[in-house]
């Protein structure tokens, strides 16, 4: 009974103590407290959003933005790895993703492992990362803009179809590809995509703290292979998963981290039967995979600029 009795002082004193003294004094060493790599893979085209044109891997905002966010909010989690494969994508999703990747970065170490391809903005993203890591065969590079407006007219001509079109504002249809654009018009979306171009450029000097001029010359819209890019500067090391790995921990002092292989949010079952669904609906009406393609492209007139390797 005695014995009893001193048990239960002892758990309670126990539990006293627990609460007056701060967590954060309590030492608990790296590896028993089961430190954690994260590995976030980001595959595909850049975009805002998924649709049944774009059935097949997107890279989002708001993906990367959830992912990232679980990561930060791990305690555990002591360094971040992307494991980037993509061709690129649109201007202002490459720009909001690297916003999101910089302010992770200011928590915890961020390494980006490039698989078969990070190429124009898959390695604008890139580009503030604390290391990156590409294979011998990685492409990558591509620093560059494109921006495309479908010319219709000869087709609508074809077809007898006559466009009436109202505008306020001299060149407000110049992106509806119903006309040729004047030489006026050729300059505005040049220095539309000069602009764009500048940025990129920007990004990759801050990024990878080269000169301007060097990376103007490298600048040329090619595509090098992860050896040539190792050797120009744009890359640190070359190597895989693994090697981005082993400096993910290097740099965050992680002893004996556990690797997460975080998987994109869930897609609903209905979500992925309505795309399928608007896939096989362009397939019945004989549509093939050039025919869904062209569609694409004229159901998207306006000029996209887009940090991809060209289609």
């Not at 992307?82 to 999101?100: F, H, M, N, T, W």
């Not at 000069?194 to 595509?223: C, H, N, P, W």
């Not at 309505?274 to 362009?282: G, M, P, V």
Request: glycine residues 12%; charged residues 20%; proline residues 5%.
């Amino acid at each position: 009974m005695k014995r009893g009795r001193m048990a239960i002082i002892g758990i309670a004193v126990l539990l006293v103590l627990m609460m007056l003294i701060p967590v954060s004094c309590i030492s608990v060493p790296s590896g028993v407290g089961g430190d954690k790599i994260a590995v976030i893979p980001l595959t595909g085209v850049i975009t805002d959003t998924s649709g049944p044109l774009t059935y097949g891997g997107v890279i989002t905002v708001g993906l990367v933005r959830e992912q990232l966010r679980r990561a930060e909010e791990d305690a555990s989690v002591k360094a971040i790895i992307l494991r980037i494969d993509s061709p690129g994508g649109e201007v202002a999703p490459c720009q909001e993703i690297l916003e999101e990747i910089e302010q992770a970065k200011q928590s915890k170490p961020v390494v980006v492992s490039m698989g078969s391809m990070a190429a124009s903005g898959g390695y604008y993203i890139s580009c503030e990362a604390d290391r990156i890591v590409a294979l011998p065969g990685t492409l990558t590079g591509s620093i560059g803009v494109i921006a495309q407006i479908p010319n219709l007219k000869g087709l609508f001509d074809k077809l007898g179809i006559e466009m009436q079109t109202f505008t306020g504002g001299e060149h407000k249809d110049m992106y509806a590809g119903y006309r040729n654009l004047t030489p006026e018009e050729q300059e505005i979306m040049q220095n539309l995509v000069d602009g764009y171009y500048e940025q990129f450029i920007e990004v990759v000097v801050e990024g990878r703290g080269m000169d301007k001029e060097e990376v103007r010359s490298l600048a040329t819209g090619q595509l090098y292979t992860g050896v040539e890019a190792k050797e120009l500067g744009l890359v640190d090391e070359l190597g895989g998963l693994d090697k981005a790995v082993d400096l993910a921990t290097e740099l965050s002092g992680a002893v004996a981290p556990k690797v997460e292989y975080y998987k994109p949010r869930s897609i609903s079952i209905l979500s992925e039967l309505f795309e399928l669904s608007s896939l096989l609906k362009l397939r019945l009406l004989g549509l093939g995979g050039e025919d869904i393609v062209l569609l694409e492209t004229l159901t998207h007139g306006y000029p996209q600029p887009r940090y991809l390797v060209s289609p």
